[in-house]
């Protein structure tokens, strides 16, 4: 080869180069964008339970929230309506906003709620109101939460032996 092919071949190599790190920063950004996480806001306008919520958008749109992370007790379990109330306490006719991570299998938005800036999942379980629901969530301070109100025995923490929710509804009570 002569010395200009060379040249050449070695500015095509330069370029494809170039082209290929442009396109690899294009795709970083586009992912990073996309990696932004939903915010909704709106106005509780129901509580079902204690991890589980009705939002009016401003566009009028009715969304059902479970909160992510966490697990209460279900209504006819010992602190059941205990930890609707406190959820309701917190919540309920509030403008909140919900950070949406996903969609359960029916058809709820999971979020972590938000009321001004402070996080509700998170205030439930450090009232001893639920559980870091631990197949669902590796939040290592919700676990944290969750031993803090088991030592200070407070809320559910304060029975016996609180039977968790997912234990409750296969039937160990």
């Known amino acids: 080869r002569s010395r200009r092919q060379r040249q050449m071949c070695i500015r095509d190599r330069f370029n494809h180069m170039a082209k290929l790190k442009l396109f690899l920063i294009i795709l970083i950004a586009l992912f990073c964008l996309s990696a932004q996480a939903e915010i909704i806001r709106g106005k509780v306008i ?82 001893g109101m639920a559980w870091a629901y631990k197949r669902y969530t590796d939040d290592e301070l919700l676990y944290k939460l969750e031993d803090e109100a088991k030592k200070r025995r407070i809320g559910l923490w304060a029975d016996e032996n609180p039977i968790a929710p997912w234990d409750w509804r296969r039937g160990k009570r």
């Open 46 to 127: 129901k509580i079902a339970d204690g991890d589980t919520l009705t939002l009016l958008t401003d566009s009028n749109k009715k969304i059902k929230i479970r909160l992510a992370g966490i697990d209460t007790p279900e209504r006819k379990q010992s602190f059941g309506n205990t930890a609707k109330n406190v959820l309701a306490k917190l919540v309920f006719q509030k403008e909140i906003q919900i950070e949406v991570l996903t969609k359960d299998r029916y058809g709820r938005t999971v979020g972590i709620v938000f009321l001004d800036n402070q996080n509700v999942n998170y205030e439930l379980v450090r009232k």
